[in-house]
């Protein structure tokens, strides 16, 4: 099994469940910058172009950090990061949705419309007069969550792919021109939380 | 088992995912027009005053629609729509993603910010100037897509919850003021193969 990734909140996203599971699968550095995952060999194992990659081992390629996931949590189940019963495994799934679509996916485009622009300008659909609603979006979800965020994780007691979600793109926007309002305490706290762990690490 | 829903693209695909399972679950309407979804009662159920929402039989409440429709096929395997090997469901969470993120979500907010904004604008965060870089990501995702679908499905041969999501939302935004391109010849011939399902109906 192959995980190719690069720079960037998404491969980081996979790449912390990887290092959560405690799994040892071969990493595949593409140079992001250099675009080389813009070239056919990296357009063979993903036509749009994108990474990650989860590459198995009969060939088959999976793209989208979470579709890698749940592949991942389905082959090595321990330690759960998705759950074990059907309960968890919906309260993870829905804390991931919310997160990606309320969050994570607007800032990710205010990135790439944004300052990123440089890079992705010419490989991607950009709309720099989005930014501004991008944000605005992201952040009316983020002050929605510190309402609701528990003083644990966003699934209470347990560590979930919504956890390692949320942490890699806040922390890669707040480093990388959207800075997360020092106003939101419980979430600044939650990040505080999650970033103890020994395999997370700030982008 | 209830499943709480409304008129909109994110309700009808569960919807038309429990059609397709062929199964008989209670369905309790919300008129969202009214406002109904953003009462007490119902934010109790979804502290985002959204919908759908899947309330389990011993009250755990389940939202986001590609959570729900996970959830129903941990529960009713049969007929499969996510998959019944690794491989399949990894496929069908890979597009259903890809099309969640790339044409769904777009589409949704560019009409919540656009012509849905007399709807909600008082109810949450709409930004008319994002309308149009909105349109314009959606759009180049269909297009992409138009370049990539399969003369089947989504998922080739089968027919999958991506499918169904996407179908929600495209035939949603045709006729809400975001018109699909007729030109995009393939994405059009994949509706007409969709529709012809007995349980599914254009929005």
């Known amino acids: 099994m192959k995980y190719y990734h690069s720079i960037g ?5 996979a790449r ?4 959560e ?8 550095t593409l140079d992001l910058m250099k675009g080389e995952n ?3 060999a990296h357009l063979e194992r993903n036509p749009l172009g994108q990474l990650p990659v989860l590459e198995l081992d009969d060939g088959t390629r999976i793209t989208e950090s979470i579709a ?16 074990t019963t059907l309960e968890e495994r919906a309260e993870t799934r829905m804390w991931t949705q919310r997160v990606n679509l309320g969050i994570a996916y607007p800032l990710l485009k205010a990135f790439q419309f944004g300052p990123g622009r440089v890079v992705y300008g010419s490989r ?3 709309n720099p007069e989005t930014v501004a609603g991008l944000t605005g979006l992201a952040f009316y979800h983020l002050e ?9 994780f966003l699934c209470g007691p347990r560590f979930t792919l919504a956890d390692i979600l949320l942490f890699s793109f806040v922390t890669f926007a707040d480093s990388h021109g959207n800075p997360i309002d020092k106003k939101l305490k419980r ?10 762990r020994p395999t997370m690490k700030r982008l």
Chains 1, 2 share one sequence.
């Open 9 to 13: 909140p998404s491969p980081a996203t």
């Open 16 to 19: 912390f469940f990887i290092a």
């Open 21 to 28: 599971k405690g799994l040892d699968i071969e990493l595949v």
């Open 38 to 40: 813009r070239e056919p």
């Open 68 to 83: 890698i996931c749940e592949t991942l949590e389905e082959l090595f189940p321990t330690p759960p990061l998705i759950g």
């Open 124 to 126: 991607t659909y950009t």
């Open 144 to 152: 929605w969550l510190d309402r609701h965020v528990s003083d644990q």
């Open 187 to 196: 979430v600044w706290s939650w990040i505080e939380r999650v970033e103890a």
